[in-house]
C-alpha cells in the first residue's frame, strides 16, 4: 500500500488481576500477527503486482474472480460509498463499480470489460487496519493504537488512565484532537503543488485546494472511503451514513 504501518499496544490489566500482566513476548507475538494481517492483505490488493486483484480484474472479462470472505465484504461498502457518493469515491477511476460485477452472495467480481482500471488505495489502508485490529482483539488485546500512513488510524480501549487514544488534527482552528475509543479516523487532504493531486474520478479534474476532511466511525474502511468522497465532494450528500462524524480541518 505504499506507506508504513505501525501498532502500539498497551495492557491495562490491574496488577491484581488473577490472570497476571501479559508477558510482553506473548504480545509482541499478537502485534507481529496483526501486520503480517496486513502484509497479506497488500498482497491481494496491491495494483502493482501481476498476482493481485486488480491485474486479475483488468486481464479477466466475463470471468467470475472467487473473493475471500474480507475482500468480498471490502466491495460491499465501496459499492455502498459509491452509490451514496454518487460516484465521489470510485475505485475503478471513472469507468462505476457496476462494471466489476459485484455479485455479493456467490462473492465473485466479473469484469464486465476488459482492462478495469482497479485501484483501492482509497479504502485498502483502512481494511487492512480494521483486519489487523480484529487479530488483536481475537487475542485478547484490550488496548491498542494503530495507524496506517498517519492518515487512517484505529484506537481500541483506551490507554491506562486515559479515556482513549488521543489524535491530534493538524490545523483544525477549534478542535485540536480527537479522542479514539474503539474507533477509527481517516484523513484526506487536497493541496497546492502536490504532485500526485486527488482527481474527481466524475470529471477527471483535480480536487479544489487546499481541502482538508477527517471522518470518524466504527470502521476505518469505511471512514477511509468516506474521508475520500468527502474529499472530492466537499460536502455531505443525503445518503451519507448517520454513525459517521465529520471534520473539516
Known amino acids: ?7 502500539v499496544l498497551d495492557d491495562p490489566r490491574d496488577p491484581r488481576d488473577p490472570r497476571g500482566p501479559r508477558d510482553p513476548a506473548a504480545l509482541r507475538a499478537v502485534g507481529e500477527a496483526a501486520l503480517e494481517e496486513i502484509t497479506l492483505a497488500h498482497d491481494r490488493l496491491t495494483r502493482f503486482s501481476p498476482s493481485g486483484l486488480p491485474a486479475r480484474v483488468a486481464a479477466a472479462p466475463g470471468t467470475p474472480i472467487p473473493l475471500d470472505p474480507d475482500t468480498a465484504a471490502l ?16 475505485p475503478t477511476l471513472g469507468r462505476g ?8 452472495a456467490t462473492r465473485t467480481l466479473t469484469p464486465r470489460e476488459s482492462g478495469i482500471p482497479l485501484d483501492l488505495g482509497g479504502i485498502a489502508k483502512g481494511h487492512a487496519l480494521d483486519l489487523a485490529a480484529a487479530v488483536l482483539r481475537a487475542h485478547g488485546v484490550r488496548a491498542a493504537f494503530l495507524h496506517g500512513g498517519t492518515s487512517s488510524a484505529i484506537g481500541i480501549g483506551a490507554p491506562a488512565g486515559a479515556p482513549g487514544w488521543r489524535v491530534a488534527l493538524e490545523g483544525h482552528p477549534e478542535e485540536a484532537a480527537v479522542t479514539l475509543r474503539d474507533e477509527a479516523l481517516s484523513v484526506s487532504a487536497a ?5 500526485h493531486p486527488t482527481v474527481d ?6 480536487v479544489p485546494t487546499p481541502r482538508r476532511i477527517a471522518v470518524v466511525g466504527p470502521s476505518a474502511r469505511l471512514t477511509d472511503a468516506w474521508a475520500t468522497a468527502l474529499l472530492v465532494l466537499g460536502d455531505t450528500p443525503p445518503g451519507f451514513p448517520a454513525g459517521l462524524r465529520v471534520h473539516r480541518v
Open 201 to 206: 474520478p466524475r470529471s477527471g479534474l483535480p
Open 75 to 90: 466491495f460491499r461498502d465501496a459499492h455502498a460509498v459509491w452509490r451514496a457518493s454518487n460516484g465521489a469515491f470510485d
Open 191 to 195: 493541496w497546492d503543488g502536490n504532485p
Open 1 to 7: 500500500m505504499g506507506t508504513r504501518f505501525e501498532l
Open 97 to 104: 463499480l457496476a462494471a466489476l460485477g459485484f455479485d455479493e
